[in-house]
Nanobody
Framework: QLQLVESGGGLVQPGGSLRLSCTPS????????IGWFRQAPGKEREGVSC????????AYAASVAGRFTISRDNAKNTAYLQMNSLKPEDTAIYYC??????????????WGQGTQVTVSS
């Protein structure tokens, strides 16, 4: 079964950092664009960041630009989301997803189960 597995979530104080990892099961990431999404209670799933499969170009939501960094290591078959200067409003379940190109939620073919990120003092 082709799927993604996220890890690295947890509880962190405001201003803190976390690094999320995304590892595929049953396929390799190098031919796919990787997107990170998040969903807070009572809200729709929103795009956070994406990294392309062709030239590693990146895109970020305005709410996280300058604080989050997406990257990929094809040798380790893993994608990352480095999250710095975390705010309480970043609290959500974070999902990684794979597609042939960056796009909206409906673009993505494979999804992980999500990892909880809670920012609280």
């Amino acid at each position: 079964q082709l799927q993604l597995v996220e890890s690295g979530g947890g509880l962190v104080q405001p201003g803190g950092s976390l690094r999320l990892s995304c590892t595929p099961s049953g396929f390799t990431l190098d031919n796919y664009a990787i997107g990170w999404f998040r969903q807070a209670p009572g809200k729709e799933r929103e795009g956070v960041s994406c990294i392309s499969s062709t030239d590693d170009s990146t895109a970020y939501a305005a709410s996280v630009a300058g604080r989050f960094t997406i990257s990929r290591d094809n040798a380790k078959n893993t994608a990352y989301l480095q999250m710095n200067s975390l705010k309480p409003e970043d609290t959500a379940i974070y999902y990684c997803a794979a597609s042939y190109y960056c796009g909206n939620v409906r673009t993505y073919k494979y999804w992980g189960q999500g990892t909880q990120v809670t920012v609280s003092s």
